[in-house]
């Protein structure tokens, strides 16, 4: 018989050491895909999350080295893939994931569209330096495809009250990610160029803007609508999507790229500074310019002083040029006056034959006649409700009570004035009244 040596016992520290070189030796380098949970960033500029799918989850650190180096702001909810090792936290024993980068799951899916798109679009020509418009070399006015409230169009402000604060800026609010932005900026686009064309604005350019993102943020602006937009804008467009490292397919179609909104604003106004300097500049040699132009006529009118010719000839000349002017004058208002006095003339003979004292007799005998018959038909318009009025008189008198009356009837009154028309509601002892044809009489009730 052989004896066997027990087990070597184990403290938790060494079993758990143990487990994590195990761990760290098998799963050296992973890519995991899932949904974050639970991130946590405290002080220290560490990132602790769970990563979980529908039927587990694993915790993960995400220590402040790496995770600098994550281009777009990651929240709970989002799908992401992760890569780094697995290891052991020994202090809790808990299996986790050190993370070493972090990217959105749809990245490599949509990192594949942006080439296809980008591939098929430079066949077509769409990027090619003989389509691209030159910007206009005085800008006055620019449609800005934007948020309203995002960092860009406040860096475009900044530069261009710094550099050219008369610059005309018109905002065309936009959604900048999400899935309603693409269309969204395309319409803006088409927009800007109907108003432009129909002179409802001045437009001299449309900047396409927005700040830096993931891939997923940018998206809007890798989609063919926007790119078939700026390609087919009459106005030049000039693209500023991202940071500088950050290149998009509207990019690559507008007429110009501008590395970030900031540089656009620089790209599209002059410097006042430096305007203001070659003004002056160009002040001086102005003034030195007058001088030497100055100069110069004073020569030239020395030269003509001494070549003038003596000025009473000229005198005499323009006298007789004068003299001939004045009976010139003197013909011209004769014959007008003779044409006035013809003109007259004939005027006089055309009144007399129009003549208004016989028309204005005519009109008299016209008026009269009307004034006739007018109150000819007042008379009878009187007349009228006269012999109505008189004839609703005589059938109220035959209609009355009064006729009735006269002919021997009665009228039978209580004491309330009430007409009375059954005798079964009268009492004996009941006061009545009676009115006949003419007078009254005051009954009492026997029977």
């Keep these: 018989m052989t004896t066997q040596e027990p ?12 487990a994590k070189q195990l761990l760290e030796d098998c799963f050296a380098q992973v890519t995991v895909s899932g949904e974050l949970s639970t991130l946590s960033r405290p002080s220290s500029g560490h990132w602790y999350f769970t990563l979980k799918d529908d039927r587990a989850q694993i915790r993960c650190a995400f220590f402040k080295g790496k995770n600098m180096r994550v281009n777009f702001s990651p929240e709970p909810g989002q799908q992401v893939n992760v890569r780094g090792k697995v290891s052991l936290y020994e202090g809790r024993g808990d299996y986790q994931l050190i993370v070493d980068s972090m990217q959105p799951a749809g990245a490599g ?18 990027f090619d330096a003989e389509n691209k418009k030159t910007l206009p070399e005085n800008i006055r006015h620019i449609a800005v495809v934007t948020s309203p409230t995002g960092a860009a169009i406040h860096d475009i402000l900044s530069v261009l009250m710094r550099r050219w604060p008369s610059m005309q800026i018109s905002v065309l609010p936009v959604l900048v990610q999400g899935e309603q932005a693409a269309q969204q ?25 927005r700040g830096g993102g993931s891939l997923e943020d940018l ?134 034959l129009l003549n208004p004292e016989r028309q204005l007799k005519t009109k008299y005998k016209e008026l009269n006649a009307l004034r006739g018959r007018m109150q000819l038909a007042i008379k009878l318009r009187l007349q009228q409700p006269r012999i109505a009025l008189k004839n609703m008189e005589q059938q109220l008198k035959t209609l009355g009570p009064e006729q009735t009356l006269n ?41």
């Design 185 to 209: 900026i395309a319409d803006a686009i088409l927009k800007a160029n109907i108003w432009a064309s129909q002179g409802l604005q001045n437009f001299d350019v449309i900047l396409v803007s």
């Design 407 to 447: 002919r021997g009837y009665a009228i039978i009154s209580d004491e309330s004035g009430a007409i009375v028309r059954d005798a079964a509601n009268l009492q004996k002892g009941q006061e009545l009244n009676a009115k006949f044809g003419r007078g009254s009489a005051e009954l009492i009730v026997n029977k």
């Design 219 to 352: 998206w809007p602006f890798n989609e063919r609508e926007v790119a078939a937009a700026i390609y087919n804008s009459a106005l030049p467009v000039v693209s500023a999507v991202g940071h500088e490292v950050d290149f998009s397919i509207s990019d690559f179609v507008a007429d110009v790229r501008a590395a970030t909104p900031s540089a656009a604003a620089e790209l599209l106004s002059p410097d006042q500074g430096e305007l203001i300097s070659r003004l002056h500049l160009l002040k001086g040699r102005l003034a030195n310019s007058q001088l030497r132009r100055f100069a110069r006529w004073r020569e030239q009118l020395l030269s003509i002083t001494r070549r003038v010719r003596d000025p009473r000839s000229q005198l005499r000349e323009q006298s007789q040029r004068l003299d001939d002017l004045e009976m010139r004058l003197q013909r011209q208002w004769l014959q007008a006056q003779r044409q006035r006095k013809q003109r007259l003339h004939a005027a006089n003979q055309q009144l007399a």
């Design 7 to 18: 087990p070597q016992t184990l403290s938790v520290s060494q079993l758990n050491g143990l």
């Design 109 to 126: 899916v949509l990192a594949q569209a942006f080439e296809q798109l980008k591939q098929e679009l430079m066949a077509a020509g769409w």
